[in-house]
């Protein structure tokens, strides 16, 4: 193989893989691929000043090699990154946890909405749960909304996920008010907070069934993701939900709310499940595209 510059190297690596590469990263210009392999020889401490005009030789020890192999897997480029940006900041996120979405943002919207309501009627500090929390991109952008402090919990049956949590709380703590709290707790849904209360309940479970909708799941989520943070056996599916609502129902103080995520075809049978439940309303919230995207249930 001939020599050449990394700047050359780019340039050739992106006509000759641009399909491909767009189906896996659309939007991907040599601009912004440029800009990835900058910020990426940076983090790996590759002296970025004219990283470009250098000769590029492709070795195991590269570490620039490892970012076009990873490219050429159709690796997911947070991954790659290791950060997602989410709501108003940027999480660290690994293989172990979700890539956060935007639309879970319109969860992070309604909460913060509903808290601040809660906080005009109240002085006491009020406790707040989110379940399956993976990186801990819900739980602590609530925090970093909410003026005054929250007392807030936050579960996850990964241990792996519960660091990556515990990394981006620790990152982000000083945009979080002084006196609000985290517990990390690792349990099945909330199976050890069961003599808790709380004021609110949120949550971004799992919710795609293995079988039936597995499908329709974009190959690199289904390949790269982690397996736990996505699907729910389908004979389980309705039993799995049905022991959350409970538990999350007896954990509610008067007035309490509980928000969840969940799967556009699904939800609707999700809601009369949840109606069971000792709930004064429960309802859906739907997306920007006008998908019924969230559950909200009142006690
Ligand atoms: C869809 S991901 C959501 C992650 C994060 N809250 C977000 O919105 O980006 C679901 C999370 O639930 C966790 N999880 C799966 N099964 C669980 C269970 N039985 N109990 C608690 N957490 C669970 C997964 O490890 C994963 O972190």
């Given at each position: 193989m001939a020599l050449m510059?990394?700047?050359?190297?780019?340039?050739?690596?992106?006509?000759?893989?641009?399909?491909?590469?767009?189906?896996?990263?659309?939007?991907?210009?040599?601009?912004?691929?440029?800009?990835?392999?900058?910020?990426?020889?940076?983090?790996?401490?590759?002296?970025?000043?004219?990283?470009?005009?250098?000769?590029?030789?492709?070795?195991?020890?590269?570490?620039?090699?490892?970012?076009?192999?990873?490219?050429?897997?159709?690796?997911?480029?947070?991954?790659?990154?290791?950060?997602?940006?989410?709501?108003?900041?940027?999480?660290?996120?690994?293989?172990?946890?979700?890539?956060?979405?935007?639309?879970?943002?319109?969860?992070?919207?309604?909460?913060?909405?509903?808290?601040?309501?809660?906080?005009?009627?109240?002085?006491?500090?009020?406790?707040?749960?989110?379940?399956?929390?993976?990186?801990?991109?819900?739980?602590?952008?609530?925090?970093?909304?909410?003026?005054?402090?929250?007392?807030?919990?936050a579960t996850d049956i990964s241990k792996e996920a519960l660091k990556i949590a515990r990394r981006n709380f620790f990152n982000l703590r000083f945009t979080i008010p002084r006196e609000s709290s985290l517990d990390l707790i690792c349990t099945d849904r909330m199976k050890d907070l069961r003599e808790e209360k709380f004021h609110l309940i949120v949550s971004n479970p799992p919710y795609i069934k293995e079988d039936e909708d597995r499908k329709f799941v974009h190959n690199q989520v289904d390949t790269f993701e982690p397996h736990l943070a996505l699907y729910l056996k389908d004979g389980e599916y309705y039993d799995w939900f049905e022991e959350l609502f409970q538990d999350v129902s007896n954990s509610l103080y008067e007035e309490g709310v509980f928000i969840m995520e969940g799967h556009e075809d699904h939800l609707e049978d999700l809601r009369i499940q949840c109606e069971k439940f000792n709930f004064k309303t429960v309802s859906l919230i739907k997306d920007y595209t006008q998908r019924d995207r969230f559950l909200i249930a009142k006690k």
């Open positions: 510059s990394l700047g050359s190297f780019t340039e050739s690596f992106f006509s000759e893989k641009q399909e491909q590469l767009l189906k896996t990263y659309p939007g991907l210009s040599i601009r912004r691929l440029k800009d990835e392999i900058e910020s990426f020889a940076l983090q790996k401490h590759v002296d970025a000043d004219e990283l470009f005009e250098h000769q590029y030789i492709p070795s195991g020890e590269n570490p620039l090699t490892h970012f076009f192999n990873s490219l050429n897997r159709g690796y997911p480029l947070e991954y790659i990154r290791g950060r997602a940006y989410f709501y108003k900041s940027e999480f660290h996120v690994s293989p172990s946890v979700l890539i956060p979405r935007s639309e879970t943002e319109i969860l992070v919207e309604t909460a913060t909405i509903l808290l601040n309501d809660w906080l005009k009627k109240t002085d006491e500090s009020l406790r707040v749960l989110d379940i399956g929390t993976g990186s801990g991109a819900i739980i602590i952008s609530l925090l970093q909304e909410i003026d005054r402090p929250l007392s807030s919990y």
